[in-house]
């Protein structure tokens, strides 16, 4: 193992991060405070987060503006939020939206999970009837999953939005943190990457036509 000046100078010179070439190069401590250093704020509830963040996050997006959800019901009827997408999508920003498959187990077993039941299906399928003027839009893309999601996901380039999920809890009074990616941090990215595992397995919606609406 190199001497810590010198892996910095190879990687400096490489143009990598350090880690990549010597993933176990990092103390304990290290990972602890680089990990810290991404977490820019912290909310108890969803539902005490300022309602502009949200808008604040979108308008940052310049390549990735991503949505992980169950049914983001609250979120479609957001002022303004149609015309946003539309302005970043037209600008070259992929904007991705993941809503639960109203149909599926799992949306079924957290319903019962909230004490909801069939509503949380029924969520979906209005946010989909909100959503449907952007459905098939160019530059903005659709799609169902059926996974058990463990939070929800809010992506604007290098931040990122975790909204947890919580037994027998709804979303808005589960905490939420906002997150920044900083090089040689690797909080930001595991959650980018379980993104990308369930946008792989999610089903596209090309047209609202596609949708079944109870």
């Known amino acids: 193992m190199p001497y810590r000046r010198h892996q910095y100078a190879v990687a400096s010179m490489l143009g990598l991060d350090l880690t990549y070439l010597w993933p176990d190069a990092r103390s304990a401590e290290e990972i602890r ?27 940052k997006a310049a390549e990735h503006l991503d949505v992980l959800v169950y049914s983001g019901f609250w979120l479609s009827e957001h002022p303004g939020l149609h015309q946003l997408i539309r302005r970043k999508a037209s600008s070259g920003t992929a904007v991705r939206f ?10 079924a077993r957290r319903g019962e999970d909230e004490g909801i039941g069939d509503a949380l299906a029924g969520k979906i399928r209005n946010a989909l009837v909100n ?33 947890t999920h919580i037994y027998g809890m709804g979303a808005y009074l589960a905490p939420v943190m906002h997150l920044r990616r900083v090089p040689g941090a690797d909080l930001f990215s595991t959650y980018a990457d379980s993104f990308e595992k369930v946008w792989a397995d999610a089903s596209p919606l090309r047209s609202f036509d596609d949708i079944m609406v109870a």
């Open 131 to 163: 959503f449907r003027d952007l459905i098939g839009d160019e530059g903005v893309e659709f799609r169902l999953h059926g996974t058990v999601l463990y939070n929800s996901l809010y992506r604007a380039d290098d931040e990122l939005f975790v909204n």
């Open 33 to 59: 405070n680089v990990g810290q250093a991404e977490v820019v704020a912290f909310y108890p509830h969803r539902s005490v987060a300022p309602r502009a963040i949200w808008t604040a996050l979108f308008e």
């Open 98 to 107: 993941a809503l639960g498959d109203p149909d599926s187990d799992e949306v």
